[in-house]
């Protein structure tokens, strides 16, 4: 994992739901903190192997260390390592 999300406490979670978007079906992404509850992260094209890592929920570091050779969980994988740092600055408790 890259150094600069090492203080991301181990406990933060990233957790998708299904929902209907238009004639698509997408998948919200939520980041879920056991103290805090959850805050919304993103939305993002639903497939079978991107809900089925983080339908339960996935820890951050876990899933930033992830490799697979399944375009869209690589493509999932990218997208939340590009969003950390507004993550990290914008929601107080992602490093508690």
């Known amino acids: 994992m890259k150094k600069k999300f090492a203080n991301v406490s181990n406990r933060i979670r990233l957790s998708g739901q299904r929902r209907m978007h238009g004639s698509r079906e997408v998948i919200d992404f939520y980041l879920v903190h056991p103290v805090y509850g959850r ?3 993103f939305t993002r094209k639903y497939t079978r192997g991107t809900y089925e890592i983080v339908k339960g929920g996935i820890p951050i570091k ?11 969980i690589m493509r999932l994988v990218e997208y ?4 950390m740092p ?7 408790w992602m490093a508690a």
């Not at 939340?80 to 969003?83: E, K, N, R």
Request: with cysteine; aromatic share 12%.
């Open 39 to 41: 805050e919304y992260a």
């Open 62 to 72: 876990d899933l930033l260390c992830l490799r697979s050779k399944d375009t869209m």
């Open 80 to 83: 939340t390592s590009l969003m």
């Open 86 to 92: 507004y993550f990290m600055e914008e929601i107080s």
